[in-house]
T-cell receptor
């Protein structure tokens, strides 16, 4: 059974800092991994999807890496802004099973 | 193009009542999944439907049921509501069913959710 852990659970940083969010998962037999953003009381917005054959995926100030064999993924946010404040969720995808989510990292970027 | 739309956005019910939540997928998407998100937790899978057939079911009691219509929209029904059913209910759509050869590369697109409060 896939289990997903996200560290830290919460993070508060001043504007402009670069930061790293961590995701670990127990079952490395995945096809891809998605990072999502969730604003309070809202739905999930897909940020990045990394295929298992890829090591990294970039979108603007976001960069996600995947080390499938060690069961780890990181989301790097460069030059953080107050608008980045949200909860970030990772979800490894085993293909034949539903997405399993971590509890997320709650990020606050202080102006 | 419209994204995944869910209705209603908020709902207040009392214990024992029944509730129906609705979801319209992105145009061209044939698969709909439902997730429950309790405050402070990640979303938990409830159901997946593809082409009107149930393709997966999570660890939820029989009080939870769903269906998908010919236009690919979907309803989630919950009977005999309990306080513990209070949560954000999320609908997600994808072009194909998960678990199929194409589906493993499918992104899931989520709606804004229905916030259900059971008093």
């Amino acid at each position: 059974k896939q289990e997903v852990t996200q560290i830290p659970a919460a993070l508060s940083v001043p504007e402009g800092e670069n930061l790293v969010l961590n995701c670990s998962f127990t079952d490395s037999a995945i096809y891809n991994l998605q990072w999502f953003r969730q604003d309070p009381g809202k739905g999930l917005t897909s940020l990045l999807l990394i295929q298992s054959s890829q090591r990294e995926q970039t979108s603007g100030r976001l960069n996600a890496s995947l080390d499938k064999s060690s069961g780890r993924s990181t989301l790097y946010i460069a030059a953080s802004q107050p608008g980045d404040s949200a909860t970030y969720l990772c979800a490894p995808d085993g293909g034949n099973t539903p997405l399993v989510f971590g509890k997320g990292t709650r990020l606050s970027v202080i102006a | 193009d419209a994204g995944v739309t869910q209705s209603p956005t908020h709902l207040i019910k009392t214990r024992g009542q029944h509730v129906t939540l609705r979801c319209s997928p992105i145009s061209g998407h044939k698969s709909v999944s439902w997730y429950q998100q309790v405050l402070g937790q990640g979303p938990q899978f409830i159901f997946q439907y593809y082409e009107k057939e149930e393709r997966g079911r999570g660890n939820f009691p029989d009080r939870f049921s769903a269906r998908q219509f010919p236009n690919y929209s979907s309803e989630l029904n919950v009977n005999a509501l309990l306080l513990g059913d209070s949560a954000l209910y999320l609908c997600a759509s994808s072009r194909n069913a998960r678990g199929r050869g194409q589906g493993v590369r499918e992104k899931l697109f989520f709606g804004s959710g229905t916030q259900l409060s059971v008093l």
